[in-house]
């Protein structure tokens, strides 16, 4: 997976990518940061008092920062990959910040004109419905198998069914090697060579061939 996938939100991951490209080094870099924060002297040490120890230093804030987009492309390819929009993720930080905002108001504007009850109300509901959301897209993302076979997001990353079939590379003949019975093509327009023409003469008998030789005898006619 290069640079470019890891941070992209097309397409779909397994379970096992999810969890070993993208929670394990996250989580990694996290625990990294917070103790270069402590040895730096940059966050409060354990002992510190509570309120303190609830403070993230500077690496550990920037770290998460930087975690912010590769935990959205892992968590929306993983939605993708149980044929879900990725906008469930939205709708997860939009029902955070609603609480975060009912609790804002009931810290603020409802206990000193006394109706901090009802925002107070309004608050724990939405608290509790912002952690079954979360605990669902837990499920979702990290436990559940994706659709077998492609769906509207992309093929299936196990290689289900509707799948490419998998077939052998073909390999590579040994150098020299020719298939049984071949013959190399002849060059455009050859012709063979016609033979050469026979010297003067050729195939014809010698002159005087057949008739007898000169200063010989005729032979004797006997009646």
Same mark, same amino acid.
């Given at each position: 997976?290069?640079?470019?996938?890891?941070?992209?939100?097309?397409?779909? &991951?397994?379970?096992?990518?999810?969890?070993?490209?993208?929670?394990?080094? %996250?989580? +990694?870099?996290? &625990?990294?940061?917070?103790?270069?924060?402590? !040895?730096? #002297?940059? +966050?409060?040490?354990?002992? +510190?008092?509570?309120?303190?120890?609830?403070?993230?230093?500077?690496?550990?804030?920037?770290?998460?920062?930087?975690?912010?987009?590769?935990? %959205?492309?892992?968590?929306?390819?993983?939605?993708?990959?149980?044929?879900?929009?990725?906008?469930?993720? #939205?709708?997860?930080?939009?029902? /955070? /910040? !609603?609480?975060?905002?009912?609790?804002?108001?009931?810290?603020?504007?409802?206990?000193?004109?006394? #109706? *901090?009850?009802? /925002?107070? +109300?309004?608050?724990?509901?939405?608290?509790?419905?912002?952690?079954?959301?979360? %605990?669902?897209?837990?499920?979702?993302?990290?436990?559940?198998?994706?659709?077998?076979?492609?769906?509207?997001?992309?093929?299936?990353?196990?290689?289900?069914?509707?799948?490419?079939?998998?077939?052998?590379?073909?390999?590579? $003949?040994?150098?020299?090697?020719? $298939?049984? *019975?071949?013959?190399?093509?002849?060059?455009?327009?050859?012709?063979? @060579? !016609?033979?050469?023409?026979? $010297? $003067?003469?050729?195939?014809?008998?010698?002159?005087?061939?057949?008739?007898?030789?000169?200063?010989?005898?005729? @032979?004797?006619?006997?009646?």
């Amino acid at each position: 997976m290069t640079i470019g996938q890891w941070l992209g939100f097309q397409g779909r &991951i397994g379970r096992k990518t999810f969890w070993l490209g993208y929670i394990l080094p %996250l989580f +990694a870099a996290s &625990i990294l940061a917070s103790i270069l924060d402590a !040895a730096l #002297g940059l +966050a409060p040490m354990g002992d +510190a008092r509570p309120a303190e120890g609830a403070e993230v230093g500077p690496i550990g804030g920037l770290v998460s920062l930087l975690s912010i987009w590769p935990s %959205l492309a892992g968590a929306i390819k993983r939605l993708h990959d149980r044929d879900r929009s990725g906008w469930w993720i #939205g709708g997860f930080y939009l029902l /955070a /910040a !609603a609480v975060a905002a009912a609790a804002l108001f009931t810290a603020t504007l409802g206990m000193p004109h006394g #109706g *901090g009850g009802g /925002a107070a +109300a309004v608050t724990l509901v939405g608290a509790v419905l912002l952690i079954g959301y979360g %605990l669902w897209l837990i499920v979702e993302t990290g436990f559940l198998r994706g659709t077998p076979g492609p769906n509207r997001y992309g093929p299936d990353p196990l290689g289900g069914p509707g799948g490419p079939a998998w077939q052998q590379p073909p390999m590579a $003949p040994p150098p020299g090697w020719q $298939p049984q *019975g071949w013959q190399p093509p002849p060059a455009p327009g050859w012709q063979p @060579p !016609a033979p050469p023409a026979p $010297p $003067p003469g050729h195939g014809q008998p010698p002159p005087g061939y057949g008739q007898p030789p000169r200063g010989s005898v005729p @032979p004797v006619r006997r009646d």
